[in-house]
């Protein structure tokens, strides 16, 4: 089974940006759509955004468009998330995930098998 | 954007007890693509049902999912000490936006 090893913490300034990494190791990330979900403290779930690294294409939540980036390097197996201009309620655990199936299987499997052990993001002047 | 509530907030139950979870979608979830997962304290979610009722692998025949349309249930039949935690349903049929319920803590009596 595929094993998702992200990033270590993280501790940024407001108005700054953070990327965090996420590769893959037994397992490939390219025919897969990898989506990054975070948890503030205390809080649920929150789904960010997505990537298919074949096709190139990205989605994001609307709540984070135009701050957050998905992108990935098949040739490391690795995929990334930016978020920009960071506010202190962007503090959060960021987890990437990956589906039940590739891509190409469509919405049955496009639930979150393989999660990463998070990323903890603290943002604080 | 679909909207998933989840209820109770808050279950308080006992060990060998039945817990109920329920979900509720804003709108028809289309075949029933809806998950289920379980988290504990620091560590990152687990995968239990999909599909609104296939088991993940690995996962005990005492978690069982249910439901169609806007109704959707997480069972746990009888509750062992390692299941109390919380527990997140998420949509995965409306594409290209996921979203997940607020989830419901499942806590010692």
């Known amino acids: 089974q595929v094993q998702l090893v992200q990033s270590g913490a993280e501790v940024k300034k407001p108005g700054s940006s953070v990327t965090v990494s996420c590769k893959a190791s037994?397992?490939?990330?390219?025919?897969?759509?990898i989506s990054w979900v975070r948890q503030a403290p205390g809080q649920g779930l929150e789904w960010m955004g997505r990537?298919?690294?074949?096709?190139?294409?990205?989605n994001y939540a609307q709540k984070f468009q135009g701050r957050v980036t998905i992108t990935a390097d098949e040739s490391t197996n690795t995929a990334y998330m930016d978020l920009s201009n960071l506010r202190s309620d962007d503090t959060a655990v960021y987890y990437c995930?990956?589906?039940?199936?590739?891509?190409?299987?469509?919405?049955?499997?496009?639930?979150?098998?393989?999660w990463g052990q998070g990323t903890l993001v603290i943002v604080t002047s | 954007e679909i909207v998933l509530t989840q209820s109770p907030g808050t279950l308080s139950l006992s060990p060998g007890e039945r817990g109920t979870l329920s979900c509720r979608a804003s709108q028809s979830v289309s075949s029933s693509y809806i998950a289920w997962y379980q988290q504990k304290p620091g560590q990152a979610p687990r995968l239990l049902i999909y599909g609104a009722s296939s088991r993940a692998p690995g996962i005990p025949d005492r978690f069982s999912g249910s439901g169609s349309g806007t109704d959707f249930t997480l069972t746990i039949s009888r509750l062992e000490p390692e299941d109390f935690a919380v527990y997140y349903c998420?949509?995965?049929?409306?594409?290209?936006?996921?979203?997940f319920g607020q989830g419901t803590k499942v806590e010692i009596k």
């Open positions: 998420q949509q995965h049929g409306s594409s290209p936006t996921w979203t």
């Open positions: 037994g397992g490939t990330l390219n025919s897969y759509a």
């Open positions: 990537i298919i690294p074949f096709l190139g294409i990205t």
């Open positions: 995930t990956r589906p039940g199936a590739p891509y190409s299987s469509g919405f049955k499997y496009a639930y979150f098998r393989d």
